[in-house]
């Protein structure tokens, strides 16, 4: 580039000192000189900018090459990012179905455990209903057996002293307190066995509404706010009902 600056220059210096064509604003300069000039300008530019021409000459198809290819990559992308966006929701999609499945099976599992407990409570509660019963017709047969043991023994005594008025009476009141001793008894007897039984009703009652209090507060724990949006909600108390 310095010597194209040097070449312009001597043009200019030659051209200043031309002599000058009368009535003209002409000059004569040296052809030679002023070729020779031209040629060393000429190989003196950088081949770079000869280069910056063909792409100035080009520039409409660099342009419009560089908008299709910019076009094409666009189009990639967006491809590409829909395939992400739908891979995306179908591992969203397969997730949240193994959410629900996974929510269902444990909420399978608890109605199951919550039935055998309920079925354990039941035999349970037979159970004692039943040994409740048989407790209660042993005190039942043991205080009939006392009864009719005091009736016997009063109608001896009554017997023995039939002879005579005031041992008579003694042993008819004798006889009818020993009856009505034997009634109370009876009647103790037997509000003992039922207040058992109730005893260990209620005890059975409060079992099971531990275990169904239990459960439902593990269905409403299966029920937080990801498997609500997976799963439709569930009625534990309507369940039970049904």
């Known amino acids: 580039m310095y010597r194209v600056f040097e070449a312009l220059d001597e043009l200019v210096t030659i051209v200043e000192e031309a002599r000058g064509v009368p009535m003209t604003s002409g000059c004569v300069v040296p052809r030679g000189d002023v070729l020779e000039l031209l040629d060393d300008v000429r190989d003196a530019i950088p081949a770079e900018l000869d280069d910056a021409q063909d792409v100035l000459d080009h520039r409409d198809e660099l342009v419009g090459k560089a908008q299709h290819e910019l076009e094409a990559a666009t189009s990639k992308a967006r491809a590409e990012a829909e395939r992400i966006v739908a891979e995306a929701q179908h591992e969203a999609e397969r ?30 509660y037979e159970d004692l209903v039943g040994r409740a019963h048989a407790e209660a017709d042993r005190m039942v047969q043991a205080g009939r057996a006392n009864y009719e043991r005091a009736i016997e023994e009063g109608r001896a005594e009554q017997a023995r002293l039939v002879d005579a008025t ?6 008819h009141a004798e006889s009818a307190r020993i009856l009505e001793a034997a009634q109370a008894e009876a009647i103790r007897l037997r509000n ?7 005893g260990k009703l ?12 239990s459960v439902g507060k593990g269905r409403s724990h299966l029920r ?19």
Do not use: I, K, W
């Open 166 to 171: 005031e041992v008579v009476q003694a042993s």
């Open 202 to 213: 209620a005890d059975f009652e409060d079992l099971l509404a531990h275990t169904l209090r």
């Open 95 to 124: 997730m949240l179905s193994e959410a629900r499945s996974r929510a269902e099976r444990m909420v399978a599992e608890a109605e199951d455990q919550a039935q055998r407990t309920v079925n354990a409570g039941r035999q349970e």
């Open 224 to 242: 937080g706010p990801a498997v609500n949006a997976a799963a439709a909600p569930f009625d534990y108390h309507e369940s039970a009902a049904r």
């Open 192 to 198: 003992e066995c039922d207040a058992y039984v109730d």
